[in-house]
């Protein structure tokens, strides 16, 4: 009720009185605890969580300059928020390149700024239904060209259909670069396996996915037969890793498919061993990763699986729900303790349980 009118329950029985509010509405909340007639029973706008009623900020502005399909992510330096990493594809109205062109804009996350404004990258192929994933990672760099990565940078990798690329706010260019799977992986146990020398694609049916989880980043989202060239071929008397996903004519190389996912060396984001690789049942589809209290939670478009244990010996992945799956990998969110998603028919919570 709003402030300055008062009314018994009785009064509002007997002659209810409408208010007619006009939004738009940035935030809604029903409070049913701990109310008294005079309280209000739902607050538009308002923030309670200093324990007194003061409004809700809004929005601002930074920018009327974008692309088509763009994702957002927001760049910290020292721990503050310093850009706005933008990544989408020229549209209709954009007479600068090529309809579907993946470009990028980064923003002064202060000002709004355009630091840098519409530059293509390299490589990555046009694609007018493009989607990509973003994580923020520390990359150890050879800064001075001597073969020795002495500089650890805090970057963002962005995961696309096609590649793997670095945005990295430290260098003056503020540009993204291809990432490469050798110069700038550690590969710590590359004496005794292969590592993976092509970069991961995510241009299976539900596009890229990709999470952080234990300090290892986690892909998934690959095409059928997939097919990965490692650094070292696999030994013939190894009992490790499937022969059926062995290339029997060339064992330095492994294929994968919607059904995988693979993940890194710890703090090594780019660093996949050839034996860092788990698969949910066959004819399903990993539609989205979500690392969520202490446990690994990996959708499928019919099941929900969970992945225990902290190291490779522990790790176990085993079908938590079956029946129900995620069928749209962007509505996967977390709010208070719950994931909520899309499936087919309807949508979902899951307490990890």
Partial sequence: MPRGIKQSKRDLRANPRTFTYVGPWLGMEERETFQQPQHCQLALNIDFHRGYIEGRRGFQQISTLGADRMHLHTVKVNGI????????????????????????????????????????????????????????????????GDGVKESPHHVVLIYTKNNIYVFDPHVNTLAIAEASMTADVIAVNDINWGYWITPPRGSGP?????????????????????????????????????????????????????????????????????????????????????????????????????????????????????????????????????????ARDGIYGFTGA
């Fill in 81 to 144: 928020p310093r850009y706005v990493l933008g990544v989408g594809i020229t549209g209709p109205d954009d007479t600068s390149a090529t309809e579907g062109t993946v470009v990028y804009y980064v923003y002064d996350a202060k000002t709004g700024e355009n630091v840098k404004t519409s530059r293509t990258i390299a490589n990555e192929p046009t694609d007018p239904e493009f989607s990509c994933r973003f994580v923020d990672v520390i990359l150890a760099k050879d800064t001075d």
């Fill in 206 to 342: 539900f596009g890229p996915i990709m999470a952080e989880h234990l300090g290892s980043i986690w892909y998934a989202g690959f095409p059928e037969h997939f097919n990965v060239e490692l650094s070292n071929p696999i030994h013939n008397s190894q009992i490790q890793i499937p022969e059926t996903v062995i290339n029997q004519g060339n064992r330095a190389k492994m294929i994968f498919g919607p059904q995988h996912v693979a993940w890194s060396d710890s703090f090594d984001p780019l660093g996949i061993v050839a034996y860092h690789f788990l698969a949910v049942e066959e004819q399903e589809v990993i539609t989205g990763l979500k690392s969520f209290k202490e446990q690994l939670v990996v959708f499928t478009d019919r099941s929900i699986y969970l992945l225990t244990g902290g190291t490779d010996e522990t790790f176990r992945l085993f079908k938590a729900v079956g029946g129900v799956g995620c069928v749209a990998p962007n509505s996967i969110v977390e709010a208070n303790g719950v994931l909520y998603f899309m």
